[in-house]
């Protein structure tokens, strides 16, 4: 197996010595090539923060990050933003689709910027819409599809580059759960069939219980890990729960 990325006591800090949030707390941890990864924590415990330092979107205070060989922390901001587009695919809460852009465009755009040949975008973009179920959307615009819809439109965007690494933060945070659902299995798919390591933050149990492996966050510090192993979905929701119970708090941010 290799290691996608290795996160190696990162600090984040914000504000300054009379009023210092320790955001993330001396975090590491590594994720092999086609985890499907979990980070769960309540409200403010720096889910948010960290993927941020992760995605290459914030810089870490102190601490390495490395992305296959790279350290993304040594990085000057012309060689990120490469990086980020060659190596990263994103799926954020409220989908960030260009509006002016149809389902297709939205996606095809990810491969325009790679400069991927024209002849080659269309059969890319067919496979993996058919894959997650949006080959009847891609002529419609976001304003014409659910929530749903566009989530599944973003997600084939963040795949169709075929990225080292798909950052998720509560991306069924905005949905339905039947939308959500078929999100999750979408997810599944991807990671099961083109191999995609997936980092996704939530803070729903449900969400969490698609994973393969879980870090559970508490006031920036890794505060538990559960692995799903051969457990069932079912069962696997169920030690979420009991571990989102240990970490106390209020449970109602939590679930
Ligand atoms: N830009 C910022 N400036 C100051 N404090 C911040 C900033 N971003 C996050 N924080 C603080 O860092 C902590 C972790 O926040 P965040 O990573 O957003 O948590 P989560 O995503 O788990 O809800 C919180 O106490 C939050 O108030
Ligand atoms: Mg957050």
Redesign the pocket.
């Known amino acids: 197996m290799s290691t996608v990325l290795k996160v190696e006591n990162i600090e984040k800090y ?2 300054n010595k009379g009023n210092l ?1 320790k ?1 993330v707390d001396n975090i590491s941890f590594q994720v092999e090539k086609g985890e499907y990864i979990g980070i769960m ?10 993927l941020n330092c992760i995605s290459t979107i914030d810089t870490v205070t102190s601490g390495h990050i490395y992305i296959g060989e790279k350290d993304i922390t040594e990085m000057n901001s012309k060689k990120l933003s490469r990086f980020r587009r060659e190596e990263l695919g994103f799926i954020f809460q409220d989908f960030n689709l260009l509006d002016t852009l149809t389902a297709f465009e939205n996606i095809a755009l990810a491969l325009t910027i790679l400069k991927v040949p024209a002849g080659e975008i269309n059969s890319r973009i067919k496979v993996v819409a058919e894959r997650l179920g949006i080959t009847n959307v891609l002529n419609k615009y976001p304003y014409e599809i659910s929530g749903g819809e566009k989530q599944r439109v973003a997600s084939a965007r963040a795949i169709v580059t075929n990225p080292s690494l798909i950052l998720a933060d509560e991306p069924t945070g905005a949905l339905d759960s039947k939308s959500s659902r078929m999100l999750l299995e979408s997810f599944a798919k991807l990671n099961e069939e083109f191999h995609a390591t997936i980092l996704m ?1 939530t803070h729903d149990a449900f969400t969490a219980s698609y994973c393969k492996r879980i870090l559970f ?1 508490k006031d ?1 510090k890794i505060f538990n890990e559960i692995i799903k192993g051969k457990d069932s979905r079912k069962e696997f929701f169920n030690k979420i729960i009991e571990v989102v119970t240990l970490l106390g708090g209020d449970n109602s941010n939590v679930l």
Not at 41 to 50: N, P
């Open positions: 914000y504000g949030t955001a924590g309540a409200s403010g415990s720096g889910k948010t923060t960290l933050v966050i920036g």
